[in-house]
């Protein structure tokens, strides 16, 4: 099994900025692509970033330009800078991992979401 924990969430005013990191642990042989979404409430849950273990990444164009995505391979730990955040930010934020196991099984995991709330 994969476990993902999300942390960095919380309330900021429009216009400032949170890190959200994501840490995985458990029986992953090899951590693929890693990814953010957000689901606001009464709304479909939508693609943010993304990030390939090379380091490729792709943003949802709301976000580019304030959002970066990174990430740790040695911590297996990805990361959401988020900066110049706006009311329509807020969303709950869950982490996504595709991962490969010791067993060779494929695991698509989740993370368990944070909330992030944006203030006018």
């Known amino acids: 099994q994969v476990q993902l924990v999300e942390s960095g969430g919380g309330l900021v005013q429009a216009g400032g900025s949170l890190r959200l990191s994501c840490a995985a642990s458990?029986?992953?042989?090899?951590?693929?692509?890693m990814a953010w979404y957000r689901q606001a409430p009464g709304q479909e849950r939508e693609l943010v970033a993304t990030i390939t273990r090379r380091g490729r990444t792709k943003l949802a164009d709301s976000v580019k330009g304030r959002f970066t995505i990174s990430r740790d391979n040695a911590k297996n730990t990805v990361y959401l800078q988020m900066n110049s955040l706006e009311p329509e930010d807020t969303a709950v934020y869950y982490c996504?991992?595709?991962?490969?196991?010791?067993?060779?099984?494929?695991?698509?995991?989740w993370g368990q979401g944070t909330q992030v709330t944006v203030s006018s």
């Open positions: 458990g029986s992953a042989l090899a951590i693929n692509d």
């Open positions: 996504n991992a595709d991962t490969i196991t010791v067993g060779g099984g494929r695991i698509i995991a």
